[in-house]
């Protein structure tokens, strides 16, 4: 990572703030436990309640550390930082922030607007699948109004899926028409927000 953002890495500290989410443990389990534990939670959540929030994996005791990029001193840091955020054993190994195990960020939430900060506004939300809900959708959140956006249909392609450029292709086509389709109804989903 030295090699392709060594040069660059000084204009992190002066670019848009990125937040990257990793998932601690329960303290009452080990790492292995609680990479299954985990794992199951997850998949309870996205495949049988279809929750936009998942709250199963804090229930057991996961909860989530935001760590700002610009905060990290090399580019080393921001790599471990990366890898920690992305951690999902068995595929990876498990890792450790600050000695503690962490596992991928989406444990704890993979829509995490618990990132946010309290600053008002409007706030665009995009997802990566589908929900039991509207393609489009305002809820209230203190001082702001998350607009989330979900696709219009299933993308053709995982996060795990990168040999497949052909696939690739389909999901940017996908999100190119969904984009300009949400250009088009913002206006309207936002007025019809107000009024609620």
Partial sequence: MLDIYGEKFGKLAHAPEIRV?????PRWLGAHSAVVAGLIAYNIEKYLRK?????LGQTLGFHPEFVRAQDCATVEDLAD?????????????????????????????????????STPGDVLVM???????PQMFVVPHGN????????????P????????????????????????????????????AAHD
């Avoid at 595929?91 to 939430?109: A, E, K, Y």
């Avoid at 997802?127 to 809900?133: A, C, E, G, H």
């Avoid at 389909?170 to 250009?183: S, T």
């Fill in 51 to 55: 929750t936009l929030h998942p709250t």
């Fill in 81 to 117: 930082l990366i890898l920690q955020s992305s951690c999902t054993p068995p595929f990876t190994p498990v890792l450790q922030r600050n000695g503690r195990p962490v596992l991928d960020g989406g444990m704890v939430d993979n829509v995490p607007v618990g990132a946010l900060d």
């Fill in 127 to 133: 997802v990566t699948r589908l929900y039991p809900r």
């Fill in 157 to 192: 392609i995982s996060s795990w899926d990168y040999t497949s450029p052909s696939q690739m292709q389909h999901a940017y086509n996908l999100g190119r028409a969904d984009g300009e389709q949400f250009l088009q109804r913002m206006p309207d989903l936002l007025a019809a």
């Fill in 21 to 25: 989410g990793v998932s601690h443990l």
């Fill in 144 to 155: 702001q109004r998350l607009l989330y956006v979900q696709p219009s249909r299933k993308v």
